[in-house]
């Protein structure tokens, strides 16, 4: 059994007991979210598509962790013109662990 669901402006395949890190959400560690934006749902009885959600679907998971991304370096460089530019990023992230599906 698996879903595809869409957060973050990204979609995730996902099954359940799974981890996963998706963009910064507005929930602290042990709390329980929903997922209401399911786009497809398999399991054994077939395969039920959205247009674009599927109806009444959704996927339920828990926050395990909110972190940062290791950085990520940035690096501008002209040869020739003594121009060197330098930064980093860190992309904030939760990490959920999917607990269940209900299509």
């Known amino acids: 059994m698996y879903a595809v669901i869409h957060t973050g402006g990204k979609q995730y ?7 996963l890190k998706v963009e910064t959400l507005l ?7 929903h997922f209401d934006k399911v786009l ?5 009885a077939g395969l039920k598509i959205g247009t674009p959600y599927l109806e009444g679907g959704k996927v339920t998971a828990t926050v395990t962790a ?4 290791p950085k990520v370096k940035i690096m501008k460089f002209r040869r020739r013109k003594h121009h060197m530019k330098q930064a980093g990023h860190r992309q904030n992230f939760t ?3 999917i607990t269940g599906i209900t299509a």
Do not use: F, M, N, S
């Not at 929930?27 to 979210?33: C, K, S």
């Not at 909110?66 to 991304?69: C, L, P, T, V």
């Open 13 to 19: 395949r996902v099954k359940p007991g799974e981890l």
């Open 27 to 33: 929930a602290e560690a042990g709390q329980e979210i």
């Open 40 to 44: 497809l749902v398999q399991t054994d």
């Open 66 to 69: 909110q972190g940062r991304h």
């Open 95 to 97: 990490e959920v662990k």
